[in-house]
């Protein structure tokens, strides 16, 4: 018999193993924490309805690229990532208008036709962000592509590069090397390009947050002949940005692999050996 209980700041499975009870981690405090509103927000985006208690609706890549045809003068394609991902590749004619300052840039926004947003992740989590205060601000026309911009790609449809970002190698760092690497390079910057609500969660000591939505209006900030770390979610981003840093007269740049989700893993893990 299998249960399961909450002790010590994390679920446990509990199952009887040669006379004995047998205890697992499955997850703990931590890991719930940034976890949960993941999985939130990529439920509300993977549901096959057609449309949301939230108000917004869904469209995928053949009827979207329908439209583009036969009404395109109705249709307005926006793209929630950075500026800088918006211009290195994006559906053709998309605005650029990021999801942390969707908020702010509402009045770019038309209230006629069809808007449709759209991001680099198949969960869609961050057009789903965007969308869901679009229609808090009474906007009824927006959708969100199902499948984001890895299902237009599969679907065989054409991209558009305006400011195409030469990719560079950027060495890795891994996150369970991360303690013994800062101790060796004390003197090293580290870049957190994370949402400011993000890095208000957890962060590394002494990061930086400069998010990557700002990045092309913030490298000067930057120190040039200073090695740089550059943190992100999950270890995608930051690869992008590198390449962007380097182009501008950054050379000496890591990248942490797995991003903070990797970083929260391991405190994850220590922190369920020291409850059990």
């Known amino acids: ?88 590749h994006r559906i053709p004619g998309s605005l650029c208008i990021a999801c942390e300052e969707f908020d702010k840039r509402l009045s770019e926004v038309p209230r006629e036709g069809k808007v449709i947003l759209y991001c680099e992740s198949d969960a869609c989590i961050r057009s789903c962000q965007a969308g869901d205060l679009a229609v808090r601000k009474g906007f009824t026309n927006i959708y969100v592509l199902k499948g984001g911009m890895p299902a237009w790609k599969q679907a065989g449809y054409a991209l558009e590069s305006r400011d195409r970002i030469a990719r560079v190698p950027i060495r890795s760092v891994k996150a369970q090397e991360l303690e013994n690497w800062r101790g060796i390079h004390q003197d090293a910057l580290i870049l957190d390009i994370r949402s400011e609500a993000a890095y208000s969660e957890s962060f590394l000591p002494g990061a930086v947050n400069i998010p990557l939505y700002q990045l092309h209006k913030r490298y000067r900030e930057l120190p040039e002949r200073r090695l740089i770390l550059i943190v992100d979610d999950q270890g995608f981003r930051s690869f992008i940005a590198g390449s962007y840093l380097f182009h501008k007269g950054f050379h000496d740049i890591n990248r942490l692999f797995g991003g903070m989700k990797a970083v929260n893993a391991i405190k994850g893990k220590k922190a369920g050996k020291t409850g059990q």
């Not at 193993?17 to 509103?37: C, F, S, T, Y």
């Not at 109705?74 to 211009?87: A, D, F, G, Q, Y």
């Open 1 to 88: 018999m299998l249960r399961l209980r909450w002790r010590n700041g994390a679920w446990r499975r509990f199952r009887p193993m040669n006379n004995r009870i047998h205890e697992d981690v499955l997850i703990n405090a931590l890991q719930v924490r940034w976890l949960i509103p993941l999985l939130l927000a990529a439920g509300l985006c993977l549901q096959g309805n057609t449309a949301y208690a939230a108000g917004w609706k869904i469209v995928d890549a053949a009827t979207l690229y329908s439209w583009m045809q036969t009404e395109a003068e109705k249709v307005t394609l926006i793209n929630v990532m950075s500026r800088i991902e918006c211009l290195d």
